[in-house]
C-alpha cells in the first residue's frame, strides 16, 4: 500500500535530478556509460571500486527536518519552489564538504516498503 505523503512520481523524478545536478553527477553521468561498481579483497581487507578506481567513500545520511518539526515532517509535501530552495542550500553544503556518497535516512520516503538506498556522484 502507497502512504499518501509519499511524493507523485513527476516530483520525485525531477528531485532526483536535481539532487545529482547539484553534486555534479547528472553532467558526468548522463551521456557516459554505467559505472561499474565492485568490491575487492587483499591481505589488507576490502575495498570498494568504481569502473576499476579505489572510491572512498565519503558520505552523509540525509534527511531534511528543520528545527522544531519531527520524525513526521515531509519536505516533500511543500510547494516545489521550497523544495527546490532547500535542496539548493542543502546540496550546497555536501557539495563544499565533498560528499561523494549520500544515503538516504528513514524521513526520505520515495515509494512503498524498502531497505536502504544509497547513491553515488562521481
Given amino acids: 500500500m502507497i502512504d499518501s505523503h509519499l511524493v507523485p512520481r513527476s516530483k520525485l523524478l525531477f528531485t532526483i535530478i536535481a539532487f545529482m545536478m547539484f553534486l555534479g553527477a547528472a553532467t558526468n553521468s548522463l551521456a557516459a556509460a554505467p559505472q561499474k561498481v565492485t568490491t575487492h579483497q587483499d ?3 576490502w575495498k570498494l571500486l568504481v569502473n576499476g578506481e579505489d572510491y572512498f567513500v565519503k558520505g552523509v545520511v540525509w534527511g531534511y527536518t528543520p528545527i522544531g518539526e519531527n520524525y513526521s ?10 523544495i527546490i530552495k532547500v535542496l539548493d542550500y542543502e546540496c550546497g553544503l555536501m557539495k563544499a ?26
Avoid: M, V
Wanted: glycine fraction near 10%.
Fill in 43 to 45: 591481505e589488507q581487507g
Fill in 73 to 82: 515532517y515531509n519536505l516533500w509535501g511543500n510547494p516545489d519552489d521550497y
Fill in 97 to 122: 564538504a565533498g560528499i561523494n556518497t549520500i544515503a538516504r535516512s528513514a524521513s526520505f520516503r520515495l515509494a512503498g516498503p524498502s531497505t536502504s538506498t544509497t547513491s553515488t556522484a562521481s
